[in-house]
Structure formats: structure tokens, C-alpha cells
């Protein structure tokens, strides 16, 4: 499947909940914009992940322009299209690359979140532009991360630096980012362990690397990627909130959005965090990653459904 098709695929689950459930609205031709009406939809609109401030945003907008006249179907979701597009809207920020000397990217997450195959993902869209990659297994807490993360360099074609389990997860950062310029490869990722936003312990552990990181290459780390599981909806802005007080997070890379109808959550991160969404994640095969544009965001959402063009 090309780019395209991906992202659709991906949006499949979310797009068939707004499809029914917005349809379902219209038990005929046309409904009467009233109380009733507006609360069913705010409803449904809560359902997709996108938060209440956005849902109410795009229901007050449905009220200012329709209130006690009959819409189509066609005219509610061209309206539904219109603000989400609005309300994702975001500056291009492409990832942020060295000027000089190799570039760092941390990935952060909690346990679970599918940070290891976003990596992967990361790692493979690099060698396909032609740059050398090195990762650097600093999750020293679970053997197997460490082994899954091996066997994806191996099949994508990156170096790898690990340490022994239970090792300082910061020595094998510092090593990683040495083996990096040594072998003047163009990027360096340091994977660390998932943790709890919740554990302040484990969030300190977090900052020591992000200080490490620094400290060895100054300007380091110059991306800070927290992956969230889109799968986990509105938990995501908490995430978010916590593990960018604790290192400073430069975008997020939403994965699994292809196993959840919360892909709305895209919109409570924009509207929430202020994080731009940077990538996102449509499978588990490493080709499986998308650059976020949130123009073709929504268009994959409304993909198929009667739409005015005007929308």
C-alpha cells in the first residue's frame, strides 16, 4: 500500500465510528438542529478521543450556524471536517537535525506504548535516505528490549550499542553517541526504558540521561520523541503533560493508530499538550510510519462520506 492508503487503513476504526454514529443522527432526510440534536452529537464526537474542549468547540460552531434550521448529513460533517481541520492545524516542524556532527533523538514512553517497533521505524526511514543510523539500547531494565531492539537494527540495517541488563542506562547513551561520531554515522537513537508517567523516581532517571546526552554533545539531544499508544485515548494527555516537564519533549509519535476508533486524540494533544504530532504509526512493518499532516489527517478521516467539496 502506498502512503496513502496507509494512513486511511490506519484511520479505518475511527472513520466507522464517526460514519455510523453521525448517520445514525439522521433517522431522515433532515434533522432540526435543536438542544437535543446538538447533545447527541457532542456525544458521539466525545467518543472518537478528541476531548471535550474540541467536541464542544465543533458543536457550538454546528449551533452558531444551524440552530433551529434542518441540515443534511452533508452539511454536518463538511462542518465537523472544517473545525478539525482548524483545530489540528499546526506549523510544519520537521524533525530538528544537527547542523554540525551527528544528530540525537531520544524516544521516551511508557511500558508498552510500542516504542521499540516506532524506533525501528525511525531508524529504517533514515536508511532509506542514505544516512548511517546507530541506536542505543539504554532500556538496561528488560533483557528483552534489549534483544527485540537488536534483531530491528539487524533487519533495517543499523548499528547497535547495548550494555549489560541492570547497567546505568546513561553509560550506554554516552557510548552510543561516541560510537556515533567514531563512525561518523548521521544519527544516533537512544531507546530508554518505559515508565510510568507517575513514577517520579523513574522520571529523574529520564532527566539524568536527557543531562548526559547534553553534557557529552552539546545542543544534544536535538529531538526529544515521546511515542504514545493511541490505543490508550485520552490517557495519552496526561503522558504528554508529564514526561515533557521531565526532558523537555520536542513531538510525539503517535503509534498503533491503526488498532483504535480513538484516533480523535490527535486533537486533544494538539489542543491540550501544544506538542506537535511528528510522526505516526499505521502497522507494525517498519515502512509502516507516516509524516503527520493533519490536512490529510482529516481527508483520510472523511474519506467516502458525503462531503460537501466546499468543506
Given at each position: 500500500m502506498g502512503w496513502w492508503e496507509k494512513l486511511k487503513e490506519g484511520l479505518r476504526k475511527t472513520a466507522q465510528l464517526l460514519r455510523t454514529d453521525i448517520r445514525d443522527l439522521f433517522k431522515?432526510?433532515?434533522?432540526?438542529?435543536?438542544?437535543?440534536?446538538?447533545?447527541?452529537?457532542?456525544?458521539?464526537?466525545?467518543r472518537t478521543d478528541m476531548g471535550v474542549q474540541a467536541a464542544q468547540s465543533i458543536v457550538n460552531e454546528i449551533d452558531r450556524k444551524y440552530r433551529s434550521r434542518v441540515v443534511q448529513l452533508g452539511d454536518v460533517l463538511g462542518e465537523i471536517k472544517t473545525q478539525l481541520k482548524e483545530l489540528l492545524r499546526q506549523p510544519e516542524v520537521p524533525?530538528?537535525?544537527?547542523?554540525?556532527?551527528p544528530t540525537v533523538i531520544m524516544v521516551c514512553?511508557?511500558?508498552?506504548?510500542?516504542?521499540?517497533?516506532?524506533?525501528?521505524?525511525?531508524?529504517?526511514?533514515?536508511?532509506?535516505?542514505?544516512?548511517?543510523?546507530?541506536?542505543?539500547?539504554?532500556?538496561?531494565?528488560?533483557?528483552?528490549?534489549?534483544?527485540?531492539?537488536?534483531?530491528?537494527?539487524?533487519?533495517?540495517?543499523?548499528?547497535?550499542?547495548?550494555?549489560?541488563?541492570g547497567s546505568d542506562?546513561?553509560?550506554?547513551?554516552?557510548?552510543?553517541?561516541?560510537?556515533?561520531?567514531?563512525?561518523?554515522?548521521?544519527?544516533?537513537?537512544?531507546?530508554?526504558?518505559?515508565?510510568l508517567q507517575t513514577h517520579q523516581h523513574l522520571m529523574r532517571e529520564l532527566a539524568k540521561i536527557h543531562r548526559v546526552i547534553g553534557k557529552q554533545l552539546p545542543g544534544a539531544p536535538h529531538e526529544v520523541l515521546l511515542v504514545l499508544d493511541a490505543t490508550t485515548g485520552q490517557n495519552g494527555i496526561s503522558q504528554a503533560k508529564h514526561f515533557t516537564e521531565a526532558v523537555n519533549c520536542t513531538g510525539i509519535f503517535l503509534a498503533k493508530l491503526d488498532g483504535?476508533?480513538?484516533?480523535?486524540?490527535?486533537?486533544?494533544?494538539?489542543?491540550?499538550?501544544?506538542?506537535?504530532?511528528?510522526?505516526?504509526?499505521?502497522?507494525?512493518?517498519?515502512?509502516?510510519?507516516?509524516?503527520?499532516?493533519?490536512?490529510?489527517?482529516?481527508?483520510?478521516?472523511?474519506?467516502?462520506?458525503?462531503?460537501?467539496?466546499?468543506?
Open positions: 431522515r432526510e433532515g434533522e432540526l438542529v435543536d438542544d437535543a440534536f446538538l447533545e447527541r452529537l457532542f456525544e458521539l464526537l466525545v524533525l530538528s537535525l544537527a547542523q554540525n556532527g514512553g511508557v511500558n508498552g506504548c510500542g516504542k521499540t517497533t516506532s524506533i525501528a521505524k525511525l531508524a529504517n526511514m533514515f536508511r532509506k535516505e542514505g544516512k548511517q543510523v546507530v541506536l542505543g539500547a539504554a532500556d538496561t531494565f528488560r533483557a528483552a528490549a534489549t534483544e527485540q531492539l537488536a534483531k530491528w537494527a539487524e533487519r533495517v540495517g543499523a548499528e547497535i550499542v547495548t550494555g549489560p541488563q542506562p546513561g553509560a550506554v547513551a554516552h557510548r552510543a553517541i561516541s560510537r556515533t561520531i567514531e563512525s561518523g554515522a548521521e544519527i544516533c537513537i537512544v531507546d530508554t526504558a518505559g515508565r483504535t476508533a480513538k484516533g480523535g486524540v490527535v486533537v486533544a494533544i494538539r489542543q491540550q499538550v501544544g506538542l506537535p504530532v511528528k510522526f505516526i504509526g499505521v502497522g507494525e512493518k517498519p515502512d509502516d510510519i507516516a509524516a503527520f499532516d493533519s490536512e490529510r489527517f482529516v481527508d483520510a478521516l472523511f474519506e467516502g462520506l458525503e462531503v460537501p467539496s466546499a468543506a
